[in-house]
């Protein structure tokens, strides 16, 4: 057997009585399609459930799968601690997966988990389901804080596991919608809101999982949609497969996004294998990138590749033109993958003998130092985007009002802390934000003492 159906939900604990204590009245809609899907999946009598929750445990380069027999949780965190639950997971299916993903490198498993209780994530589809069925065992996964084809290939793995064990599943992708849908809402409203949920229920009452990958991770944050990666996953685990997809329902009363809708195989289909297709496409993009680019970014790929290849760093190349050599500047290095940054590291002025030499010793370091990632990978090369940021000097300002986040970078200094932002960065859209996220990244504490300086940029794409 393999997956029988998959289910994409929401999981507002309101939605339980018991939590709600009558505000649950407000989403009608959303608790008849809920009640729906609870039937179908009685219907379709699967040995084993995976739900896939982004409130289950999160790490950022890591995918958790609870480990263990059982496990057990409740309400009581919503006030409603008579509403317990007590699974049994499926240990072989766990067992399997965890597995996989260490003889293939793939960074999932059982380890660091911090909360063994079940999470509302994983809580709300199971009182819809567990009122009509309960011949199950179960699987928690959570997601991750890789980019979006990364949990799509972890869908194919679960894909893969669910096959050779020759399981009837049911999958179950947990996650609300935008959280900025209406200013009265807990979150308040942003105009990316609604425009999220009119694309992700376009997209998934279709089943055109493909389009999944097309969601920035910028406009998702500005969103502040909850599963979108969730239903990537899902989508993964229905890979090369043809489905019939059902739109059930979508609220947005709350002020934030409830949509189900369901997905029943039908049989293979080739034109569905989505990665691939991705993959191919990013590919070809970034090969006519690299044909397009210009002499500062050939030599800070040239100086990446060279390092993660070799471990040694390069000397400057013959066909390096007299204006890298004779100037000196500061510069970063940005390097991106798939969308997602991949890694950044740069100098404020000039710590070498040439402008050449500055852009090879951060092409270094962006790929191998900077701690916020793991060093690249030799068989990552192909798929990395790389910009050049040239610094003009900086200049003192006296106030905030002398900065322009698309213009300006920005150094925030304070004794001897210092933290610098790059003008015109995706999801940096005012001042304050931008000063802000200078001051973290140089541990200046809010309410500090600061001085700011501006400076402009020659960017290199």
């Known amino acids: 057997m393999a997956i029988v159906g998959a289910f994409m939900v929401p999981h507002p604990p309101m939605i339980v009585p018991a939590v709600g ?96 209780e079940l999470d509302h994530g994983t809580m709300v ?154 993959l191919a496409e990013e590919e070809t993009a970034l090969e006519e990138k690299k044909a397009r680019s210009d002499v ?7 100086s990446a590749e060279y390092y993660v290849k070799n471990k040694k760093v390069m000397k400057v190349p013959e066909w390096v033109p007299e204006e890298l050599l004779n100037t000196k500047a500061g510069a970063f290095v940005s390097i991106h993958k798939f969308g997602a940054l991949r890694g950044c590291i740069g100098t404020i002025l000039p710590t070498k003998n040439s402008l050449a030499e500055e852009i090879i010793r951060n092409a270094v370091s962006a790929v191998s130092e900077d701690n916020r990632f793991d060093p690249v990978e030799p068989e990552e090369l192909k798929w990395l985007d790389i910009n050049v940021d040239v610094l003009e000097s900086p200049e003192k300002i006296e106030s905030e009002e002398q900065l322009d986040v698309k213009k300006y970078g920005v150094i925030v200094q304070s004794g001897h802390k210092r933290g610098l932002l790059l003008p015109d960065l995706d999801g940096v859209d005012t001042v304050e934000q931008q000063i802000s996220i200078a001051m973290r990244k140089g541990g200046i504490n809010p309410g500090s003492n600061i001085d700011l300086y501006r400076f402009e940029v020659v960017r290199h794409t």
Not at 39 to 49: C, N, S
Not at 129 to 150: A, M
Not at 218 to 246: P, Q
Not at 296 to 302: G, H, N, S, T
């Open 21 to 116: 204590r009558g505000s649950e009245k407000q989403i009608e809609k959303t608790i008849a399609a809920y009640e729906r899907v609870a039937d179908e999946i009685a219907a379709l009598k699967p040995e084993t459930i995976i739900i896939s929750s982004p409130h289950s445990v999160m790490y950022a380069d890591y995918f958790h799968i609870s480990p263990g027999v059982k496990a057990t949780g409740s309400f009581a965190e919503f006030g409603a601690p008579q509403v317990k639950f007590e699974v049994n997971y499926d240990a072989e299916l766990v067992n399997l997966l965890a597995n996989k993903a260490m003889y293939t490198g793939f960074p999932a498993g059982c380890l660091g988990e911090k909360r063994k």
């Open 125 to 278: 589809p199971l009182w819809f389901i567990t009122k009509k069925y309960s011949d199950f065992k179960l699987v928690r996964t959570g997601l991750s804080g890789y980019d979006l084809l990364k949990h799509y290939e972890y869908g194919i793995m679960i894909k893969e596991a669910v096959s050779e064990l020759d399981r009837r599943v049911v999958y179950v992708a947990s996650g609300d919608l935008s959280h900025k849908l209406q200013e009265y809402g807990p979150y308040g409203f942003a105009e990316e809101g609604p425009e999220y949920d009119r694309r992700i229920m376009d997209v998934c009452s279709s089943a055109r999982f493909g389009k999944l990958f097309d969601f920035d991770e910028n406009f998702c944050n500005k969103a502040a949609e909850c599963g979108h990666k969730s239903f990537v996953i899902m989508a993964g685990a229905l890979d090369g497969t043809a489905v019939t997809a059902t739109q059930y329902s979508h609220e947005d009363v709350t002020g934030v996004g409830y949509g189900i809708c369901s997905f029943i195989p039908k049989g293979t289909d080739e034109g569905r294998h989505f990665l691939d297709l991705k």
């Open 296 to 302: 500062y970014v050939k030599l800070a790929r040239a």
